[in-house]
């Protein structure tokens, strides 16, 4: 599967960066795009640079993963067109304010572009909003990408599996992404299980 993540300037970093590493882990071809402001809150954040895709292969162990690094001004790239449109896109974390130019059709960069293609070609578009409170206008732009065939899943970790580390509440939000994508994982302990 062709899988573009879009990593922008929400806090939750850290969502993105582990939901990259189980995908490249799980032999997916994964497309990396950063908002700007996503590049100095990863860096705030967690202290890695997102702009190198070797490194961060390196880093996890990982040389031979089919990781491609954009920038977000590359409206040549190929997931800028519906004629290469990738399978499936993850925006995570998901800034209110791109989730918002997205809902309003706003494509002023390869990321909104990306989610706009995925709408209008029908392929699943998976934003994981991490923002608190929401606020009215935060939760109409939701609903209208919700009926527009977005699936929308805040970073909202459940605790029915008795988690004892962050690491673990993180694992339990990446693996409903990877749900969403149809990806297997054993990231945490299903209800019943």
Not at 12 to 36: K, N
Not at 87 to 108: E, F, N, Y
């Amino acid at each position: 599967m062709r899988i573009v993540l879009a990593i922008t300037g929400a806090s939750g970093a850290v969502y993105g960066l582990r939901l990259l590493e189980e995908l490249l882990r799980c032999g997916q071809s994964v497309t990396l795009v950063s908002s700007d402001s996503g590049f100095a809150v990863c860096r705030f954040e967690t202290g890695m640079e997102l702009g190198d895709g070797d490194l961060l292969k390196q880093r996890w162990g990982l040389p031979d993963a089919d990781l491609t690094v954009r920038g977000v001004h590359d409206l040549w790239a190929p997931e800028a067109s519906g004629s290469a449109a990738p399978d499936a896109m993850v925006i995570a974390p998901c800034s209110m304010g791109t989730l918002g130019r997205i809902a309003a059709g706003i494509s002023g960069n390869l990321i909104e572009r990306a989610a706009d293609v995925m709408l209008k070609e029908s392929r699943p578009l998976i934003l994981l909003p991490r923002e608190t409170p929401f606020s009215a206008i935060h939760l109409e732009n939701m609903l209208r990408l919700s009926h527009a065939g977005a699936r929308i899943v805040p970073a909202m970790p459940a605790f029915y599996h008795q988690p004892h580390s962050l690491e673990d509440l993180v694992n339990f939000v990446v693996g409903k992404l990877l749900d969403q994508l149809g990806v297997p994982h054993q990231l945490f302990k299903r209800w019943g299980a």
